[in-house]
């Protein structure tokens, strides 16, 4: 029975869900914004963007993530179903990439935070291409004995970087 398995088609997988859940949050969207409160059938539809992306295994966009209460469902809009705020809880507020922004649902309290001050950690791949060679290490500070036998410049020393 699942032999005759046909080959996976080409391009976005799940398109269909993707189209699913990007519908339902406009549709919910829409309906709140209309609205002005999340109606019921507005966090239906949302609780359904969630179930599909769940059931379907579809990855939501961190900004579709964001933007839904992760509680009670209700598409958060900033002045209308949800308040914003900016945190800081460093040391008389110093430290600007202390900056948190909290969203907080109208609904049931709920608040999200997201840092936004501080810059994100580099990949791992971004972080070790920026070092240098460990055999550029041994060169002492000065470097005159880079132009001692050899009247040309050797390449492989500038390359290594690049
Ligand atoms: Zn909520």
């Known amino acids: 029975m699942a032999k005759d398995k046909q080959p996976k088609p080409k391009g976005v997988p799940n398109k269909h869900l993707h189209a699913r859940t990007t519908f339902l949050y406009q549709a919910a969207t829409y309906l709140t914004l209309r609205a002005g409160e999340p109606s019921?059938?507005?966090?239906?539809?949302?609780?359904?963007?969630?179930?599909?992306s769940r059931k379907g295994q579809?990855?939501?966009?961190?900004?579709?993530?964001?933007?839904?209460?992760?509680?009670?469902?209700?598409?958060?809009?900033?002045?209308?179903?949800?308040?914003?705020?900016?945190e800081n809880e460093s040391k008389q507020g110093k430290k600007p990439w202390a900056d948190v922004l909290v969203l907080a649902c109208t609904v049931c309290g709920t608040k999200k935070r997201?840092?936004?001050?501080?810059k994100r950690p580099k990949k791992k791949s971004e972080r070790t291409c920026g070092l240098p060679a460990p055999r550029m290490s041994e060169k002492s500070s000065d470097g005159h004995h880079?132009?001692?036998?050899?009247?040309?410049?050797?390449?492989?020393?500038?390359?290594?970087l690049m």
Request: proline share 6%.
């Open 40 to 52: 019921g059938l507005a966090l239906q539809l949302a609780s359904d963007l969630h179930a599909v």
């Open 58 to 86: 579809v990855r939501l966009s961190s900004e579709l993530k964001r933007s839904v209460c992760k509680t009670c469902y209700a598409v958060l809009i900033p002045g209308r179903t949800a308040t914003q705020t900016l």
């Open 114 to 118: 997201f840092p936004v001050g501080a």
């Open 146 to 160: 880079s132009a001692v036998s050899n009247s040309q410049p050797t390449p492989d020393q500038e390359s290594s």
